[in-house]
């Protein structure tokens, strides 16, 4: 009995391994200077309509469409520790969480999550047995493995790396920060930074993919998501 | 029992430790043209008093929506996209 779970617990974790990509150093220590982007603490939940200015020629404001969008859509927070950005490496990723924010507060994030299709099912792979409402929930919970508050705030810290070679950037689960290459950085648009940043963070909250260029890794939760996020960012750049 | 526990410790740690890198498939770069246009329609809600969606989504949208039947074509579309039906 031992053995044959044992032999059930080698299988499983034969599958979980190949979707990651074992070795390479994981701790190269450089904590600096720390600036935390965007002092946003959490869900303000500022639902009473801070009327701040409201349009020319007093109008009344007429409530929003249908929204289907809920609260936590539209109060995702970012505690995100920048570690030895130069100013302008800072306002680069300062515009890339502000993406990040603008776009999970739309519909369209929304419904393109909620409808996703992979192998003619409404589904994600790797989702970790979660329907797509559930991945979508899971990201407005924001409960990180090693912070698991759901506090409806991406935590994480971002540290710049340099490596002459084709990866943009890497993580892994026993750390809290995402390394992320000057390589393709200093080049990205705002939205590309913001699709590598999400990508990232959804490994933070558990999501895993193929290491190797498989044809379902595009179809993962962190590509899949993280791919939206650089495409409906590209409207708010 | 406790060798099967010694394992399970062994295949999580080996698990948490395996670097998940994130390689671009191609680079998809939105032309200086769509830019300008993008933001021409922000900038335009702006001066209506719709403010930045960054910074309050709720006002942005309700006014957004008192302001749609004025805008041009290619925001309204945009708007539709990113925030759907009125
Ligand atoms: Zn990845």
């Known amino acids: ?18 979707c990651d990509k074992s070795g390479g150093s994981s701790s190269e220590e450089s904590t600096e200077s720390t600036t935390t982007v965007t002092g946003d603490t959490g869900p303000d939940t500022g639902n009473g309509t801070t009327d701040s200015g409201s ?105 710049l790396y340099y490596e002459a070679n084709s990866v943009v950037g890497w993580t892994n689960g026993s750390i809290t920060y995402i390394n992320v290459n000057t390589k393709f950085f200093n080049s990205f648009d705002a939205n590309e930074v913001a699709g590598n940043l999400f990508h990232e963070w959804l490994h933070k909250l558990g999501y895993g993919h193929d290491s190797a260029a498989t044809a379902k890794r595009p179809y993962s939760v962190p590509y899949a998501i993280g791919y939206m996020i650089r495409d409906i960012g590209s409207d708010f750049l | ?22 390689v671009p498939t191609e680079r998809k770069v939105t032309s200086a043209a769509m830019v300008e246009s993008n933001r021409g329609c922000f900038k335009e809600l702006n001066a209506q008093g719709c403010g930045d969606p960054g910074e309050d989504i709720q006002h942005f949208r ?25």
């Open chain 2, 62 to 86: 309700s006014c957004m929506n008192n302001a749609y039947d004025g805008l041009s074509d290619t925001c309204q579309k945009m708007m539709t996209k990113l925030y759907g039906k009125r």
């Open chain 1, 1 to 18: 009995m031992k053995y044959k779970m044992m032999a059930m617990m080698l299988t499983l974790s034969l599958l979980s391994v190949s």
């Open chain 2, 1 to 22: 029992m406790k060798d099967f526990f010694m394992f399970l410790g062994f295949v999580i740690a080996l698990n948490s430790y395996a670097d998940i890198e994130y």
């Open chain 1, 55 to 159: 349009g020319p020629g007093g109008t009344t404001t007429v409530p929003p469409p249908t929204s289907t969008v809920p609260q936590l859509a539209l109060s995702l927070g970012g505690n995100i520790t920048l570690y030895s950005f130069t100013t302008a490496q800072t306002e680069k990723y300062n515009d890339a969480v502000a993406i990040v924010k603008k776009v999970v507060a739309t519909e369209e994030f929304r419904s393109r999550v909620l409808n996703y299709t992979y192998s003619g099912a409404k589904q994600f792979a790797n989702n970790n047995g979660r329907t797509n409402a559930q991945v979508y929930q899971s990201i407005l919970d924001a409960a990180e493995t090693l912070k698991p508050a759901k506090n409806n705030i991406i935590d994480i810290g971002v540290k």
